[in-house]
């Protein structure tokens, strides 16, 4: 059965002070691996897809890395607005399996 | 804009009493999913359509069925909802088995209460 944990459950941090979020997974046949954005009441928002392991992606503050176990999402000099839940999620087997989020909280 | 729409975005049924949620998508995918998330938890897929074929989860609860009557729509029906369906739906879209930039698109969900 294909899993994926993402740690930790929440993490705050004050504006400016960069981080990684972890998500790591045990599946057969990984087609890729997703994160998305989720924020409150509404549907996750995509982010990134990483196919291989050593593969890297940016957007703005935001940059996702993939070993063969996990993935990483590093937030760099996080703002407010940085806020919300981040999912991550496998695709394997015709089907795409999430993790519980990590719940992410930037005080100015 | 192209894009996952879901109808309507809070829905209160009562014990018991069917329901029906609403998915279009203006995308022209062929594959349409159906998720539920509760309070605090990982998106659990309950079935999805690839093209006109449906596929059910094994852990899907009978109260729950689905209909797709074109490449546009999909519907989620709870038959009898109980207490313990009260929670975020969330219908999503993909061309094929999701591959590629941007993967899945998700709609905003619709947020069913119980009472």
């Known amino acids: 059965e294909d899993q994926v944990t993402q740690s930790p459950e929440a993490l705050r941090l004050q504006e400016g002070e960069s981080s990684s979020l972890n998500c790591s997974y045990t599946?057969?046949?990984?087609?890729?691996l997703f994160w998305y954005r989720q924020d409150p009441g509404k549907g996750p928002e995509f982010l990134f897809t990483l196919y291989s392991a050593g593969e890297e992606k940016e957007k703005e503050r935001l940059k996702a890395t993939l070993t063969k176990k996990e993935s990483f999402l590093h937030i760099t000099a996080p703002k407010p607005e940085d806020s919300a839940t981040y999912l991550c999620?496998?695709?394997?087997?015709?089907?795409?399996?999430f993790g519980q989020g990590t719940i992410l909280t930037v005080h100015p | 804009d192209a894009m996952v729409i879901q109808n309507p975005r809070y829905q209160v049924t009562q014990f018991g009493k069917p329901v029906t949620l609403s998915c279009s998508q203006t995308l022209n995918h062929n594959v349409m999913y159906w998720y539920q998330q509760k309070s605090s938890q990982a998106p659990k897929l309950l079935f999805h359509?690839?093209?006109?074929?449906?596929?059910n989860e094994a852990d899907t609860p009978d109260n729950f069925q689905s209909r797709r009557p074109n490449t546009s729509f999909c519907f989620l029906d709870i038959r009898s909802p109980g207490l313990g369906d009260a929670a975020m739906y969330l219908c999503?879209?993909?061309?094929?088995?999701?591959?590629?930039?941007?993967?899945?698109?998700f709609g905003s969900g619709t947020r069913l209460t119980v009472v």
């Open positions: 359509y690839y093209d006109k074929d449906f596929n």
């Open positions: 999503a879209t993909s061309r094929g088995q999701g591959s590629g930039a941007g993967g899945y698109t």
């Open positions: 999620a496998v695709q394997a087997n015709g089907k795409l399996t």
């Open positions: 599946v057969s046949g990984l087609r890729g």
